[in-house]
């Protein structure tokens, strides 16, 4: 007979909430520019201050998204 664990595990604890969703961002690697906005939308977290965090978090999205893929117009 298998051994079955009868107790559940302990909970996940996931990054939820429209705030995170808001200001997800992952900066592209090796790019100042990048880089910079995605600390001031870290420091900006850090303060409570959403709405300034989301503006860099959009920052970061469209540029890690637009200019690393196609590269500069």
């Known amino acids: 007979m298998t051994k079955r ?3 559940q595990e302990q909970p996940v604890t ?3 909430g429209f705030n995170h969703w808001l200001t997800d961002c992952q900066p592209y690697p090796g790019c100042g520019v990048c880089a910079a906005n995605y600390r001031q939308c870290q420091e900006a977290i850090a303060a409570g201050d959403i709405v ?5 978090a959009t920052e ?3 540029h ?3 200019m690393h893929e196609t590269g500069p117009l």
């Open 52 to 56: 300034k965090a989301t503006r860099h």
């Open 60 to 62: 970061v999205r469209d």
């Open 14 to 16: 996931l990054p939820t």
């Open 64 to 66: 890690a998204g637009g």
């Open 5 to 7: 664990q009868t107790t």
